[in-house]
Protein backbone atom coordinates (compact mmCIF):
# COMPACT_ATOMS: atom_id res chain seq x y z
CA UNK A 1 0.00 0.00 0.00
CA UNK A 2 2.70 2.36 0.95
CA UNK A 3 4.58 1.48 -2.28
CA UNK A 4 1.54 2.30 -3.75
CA UNK A 5 0.97 5.44 -2.76
CA UNK A 6 4.41 6.43 -3.36
CA UNK A 7 4.07 5.84 -7.47
CA UNK A 8 0.64 7.84 -7.23
CA UNK A 9 2.18 10.78 -5.72
CA UNK A 10 5.03 10.08 -8.19
CA UNK A 11 2.68 10.26 -10.94
CA UNK A 12 1.55 13.45 -9.66
CA UNK A 13 4.74 14.99 -9.57
CA UNK A 14 5.77 13.85 -13.38
CA UNK A 15 1.98 14.86 -14.43
CA UNK A 16 2.70 18.29 -12.69
CA UNK A 17 5.98 19.10 -14.83
CA UNK A 18 4.71 17.89 -18.13
CA UNK A 19 1.78 20.41 -17.93
CA UNK A 20 3.43 23.37 -16.73
CA UNK A 21 6.85 24.94 -16.46
CA UNK A 22 10.16 26.13 -18.71
CA UNK A 23 9.56 23.71 -21.48
CA UNK A 24 6.17 24.70 -22.09
CA UNK A 25 7.27 28.13 -21.81
CA UNK A 26 10.01 28.10 -24.66
CA UNK A 27 8.01 25.96 -26.64
CA UNK A 28 4.92 28.01 -26.44
CA UNK A 29 7.81 31.06 -27.22
CA UNK A 30 8.98 28.76 -30.67
CA UNK A 31 5.53 28.21 -31.49
CA UNK A 32 4.90 32.08 -31.55
CA UNK A 33 7.89 32.70 -33.57
CA UNK A 34 6.57 30.01 -36.02
CA UNK A 35 3.11 31.23 -36.32
CA UNK A 36 4.59 34.85 -37.05
CA UNK A 37 7.00 34.06 -39.07
CA UNK A 38 4.42 32.13 -41.34
CA UNK A 39 2.22 35.48 -41.39
CA UNK A 40 5.17 37.21 -42.48
CA UNK A 41 5.93 34.67 -45.11
CA UNK A 42 2.55 34.88 -46.69
CA UNK A 43 3.20 38.19 -47.64
CA UNK A 44 6.59 37.86 -48.79
CA UNK A 45 5.69 35.38 -50.82
CA UNK A 46 2.84 36.99 -52.43
CA UNK A 47 0.37 35.34 -51.15
CA UNK A 48 -1.55 37.98 -49.22
CA UNK A 49 -1.40 41.45 -49.92
CA UNK A 50 1.80 43.45 -48.34
CA UNK A 51 0.68 45.51 -45.48
CA UNK A 52 3.17 47.59 -43.65
CA UNK A 53 0.99 48.01 -40.45
CA UNK A 54 0.26 44.43 -40.14
CA UNK A 55 4.24 44.09 -41.12
CA UNK A 56 5.09 46.10 -38.11
CA UNK A 57 3.01 44.56 -35.64
CA UNK A 58 4.23 41.10 -35.97
CA UNK A 59 7.97 42.67 -35.87
CA UNK A 60 6.97 44.19 -33.02
CA UNK A 61 5.38 41.22 -31.37
CA UNK A 62 8.68 39.16 -32.75
CA UNK A 63 10.93 41.89 -30.58
CA UNK A 64 9.01 41.24 -27.28
CA UNK A 65 9.40 37.53 -28.07
CA UNK A 66 12.68 37.49 -28.39
CA UNK A 67 12.84 39.50 -25.40
CA UNK A 68 11.35 36.78 -23.49
CA UNK A 69 13.91 33.96 -25.10
CA UNK A 70 16.71 36.40 -23.43
CA UNK A 71 15.39 34.82 -20.21
CA UNK A 72 18.07 31.34 -20.90
CA UNK A 73 17.95 30.62 -17.11
CA UNK A 74 14.72 30.61 -16.57
CA UNK A 75 13.47 29.19 -20.01
CA UNK A 76 16.24 26.46 -20.07
CA UNK A 77 17.19 25.55 -16.47
CA UNK A 78 19.88 22.93 -15.79
CA UNK A 79 18.19 19.11 -15.83
CA UNK A 80 15.25 20.75 -18.11
CA UNK A 81 16.25 18.49 -20.89
CA UNK A 82 13.66 15.57 -20.61
CA UNK A 83 12.80 14.48 -24.03
CA UNK A 84 12.70 17.97 -25.65
CA UNK A 85 13.78 18.69 -29.08
CA UNK A 86 16.67 21.01 -26.84
CA UNK A 87 19.71 19.48 -27.61
CA UNK A 88 22.42 19.23 -24.27
CA UNK A 89 24.58 21.63 -26.32
CA UNK A 90 22.39 24.55 -24.74
CA UNK A 91 23.87 23.38 -21.15
CA UNK A 92 27.35 22.57 -22.10
CA UNK A 93 27.72 25.90 -24.22
CA UNK A 94 25.66 27.99 -22.25
CA UNK A 95 27.58 31.00 -22.96
CA UNK A 96 27.25 30.37 -26.24
CA UNK A 97 23.41 29.46 -26.14
CA UNK A 98 22.94 32.81 -24.62
CA UNK A 99 25.29 34.85 -27.26
CA UNK A 100 22.89 32.96 -29.90
CA UNK A 101 19.53 34.70 -28.22
CA UNK A 102 21.39 38.11 -28.00
CA UNK A 103 22.59 37.72 -31.53
CA UNK A 104 18.68 37.04 -32.83
CA UNK A 105 17.10 39.66 -30.07
CA UNK A 106 19.60 41.91 -31.82
CA UNK A 107 18.35 41.05 -35.56
CA UNK A 108 15.11 41.40 -34.46
CA UNK A 109 15.58 44.85 -33.04
CA UNK A 110 17.32 46.02 -36.84
CA UNK A 111 14.09 44.60 -38.50
CA UNK A 112 11.78 46.72 -35.95
CA UNK A 113 14.03 49.74 -36.06
CA UNK A 114 14.12 49.45 -40.19
CA UNK A 115 10.18 48.75 -40.87
CA UNK A 116 9.77 47.06 -44.10
CA UNK A 117 8.38 49.49 -46.69
CA UNK A 118 7.54 46.96 -49.34
CA UNK A 119 7.57 43.12 -50.11
CA UNK A 120 11.74 43.37 -50.62
CA UNK A 121 11.96 45.29 -47.86
CA UNK A 122 10.50 42.54 -46.23
CA UNK A 123 12.27 39.79 -47.82
CA UNK A 124 15.43 40.82 -46.59
CA UNK A 125 14.39 41.44 -43.44
CA UNK A 126 12.85 37.89 -42.84
CA UNK A 127 16.27 36.54 -44.10
CA UNK A 128 18.21 37.91 -41.83
CA UNK A 129 15.75 36.41 -38.71
CA UNK A 130 15.50 33.35 -40.55
CA UNK A 131 19.19 33.09 -40.55
CA UNK A 132 19.23 33.34 -36.96
CA UNK A 133 16.58 31.04 -36.16
CA UNK A 134 18.76 28.43 -38.53
CA UNK A 135 21.99 28.95 -37.04
CA UNK A 136 20.51 28.45 -33.50
CA UNK A 137 18.47 25.68 -34.29
CA UNK A 138 21.34 23.87 -36.07
CA UNK A 139 23.49 24.01 -33.04
CA UNK A 140 20.83 24.24 -30.24
CA UNK A 141 18.35 22.25 -31.33
CA UNK A 142 17.76 18.50 -31.97
CA UNK A 143 14.77 17.45 -34.54
CA UNK A 144 12.46 14.50 -32.92
C1 LIG B 1 18.82 31.15 -29.48
C2 LIG B 1 18.34 29.93 -30.11
C3 LIG B 1 17.11 29.90 -30.94
C4 LIG B 1 16.65 30.84 -31.83
C5 LIG B 1 17.30 32.17 -32.21
C6 LIG B 1 15.43 30.34 -32.38
N1 LIG B 1 15.13 29.12 -31.84
FE1 LIG B 1 13.51 27.95 -32.27
N2 LIG B 1 14.16 26.53 -30.97
C7 LIG B 1 15.32 26.60 -30.21
C8 LIG B 1 15.44 25.41 -29.40
C9 LIG B 1 16.56 25.11 -28.42
C10 LIG B 1 14.32 24.60 -29.70
C11 LIG B 1 13.97 23.21 -29.12
C12 LIG B 1 12.82 23.28 -28.12
C13 LIG B 1 13.26 23.30 -26.68
O1 LIG B 1 14.19 24.04 -26.35
O2 LIG B 1 12.68 22.58 -25.86
C14 LIG B 1 13.53 25.34 -30.69
C15 LIG B 1 12.32 24.91 -31.23
C16 LIG B 1 11.58 25.58 -32.16
C17 LIG B 1 10.31 25.14 -32.67
C18 LIG B 1 9.57 23.88 -32.27
C19 LIG B 1 8.71 24.21 -31.05
C20 LIG B 1 7.89 23.02 -30.57
O3 LIG B 1 8.28 22.40 -29.59
O4 LIG B 1 6.86 22.75 -31.20
C21 LIG B 1 9.87 26.08 -33.58
C22 LIG B 1 8.58 26.09 -34.38
C23 LIG B 1 10.90 27.12 -33.62
N3 LIG B 1 11.91 26.79 -32.75
C24 LIG B 1 10.82 28.24 -34.42
C25 LIG B 1 11.78 29.26 -34.44
C26 LIG B 1 11.76 30.39 -35.35
C27 LIG B 1 10.73 30.61 -36.45
C28 LIG B 1 12.83 31.17 -35.03
C29 LIG B 1 13.26 32.47 -35.64
C30 LIG B 1 12.27 33.46 -35.95
C31 LIG B 1 13.53 30.52 -33.92
N4 LIG B 1 12.86 29.37 -33.60
C32 LIG B 1 14.67 31.01 -33.33
C33 LIG B 1 16.24 27.64 -30.22
C34 LIG B 1 16.14 28.81 -30.96
Not at 66 to 75: C, T
Not at 80 to 101: C, L, M
Request: net charge negative; hydrophobic share 45%.
Amino acid sequence: MRRFLLSLSTLAIIAGVAHAGPVEDREALMKERGRLMGELGKMAKGEVAFDAAATLAALQTLQANAEKGLDVDGLWPAGSQGDTEASPKIWEDNAGFKAESEKYKSVVDAAVASAPADVAGLQAAMGSMGQECAACHQTYRVKK
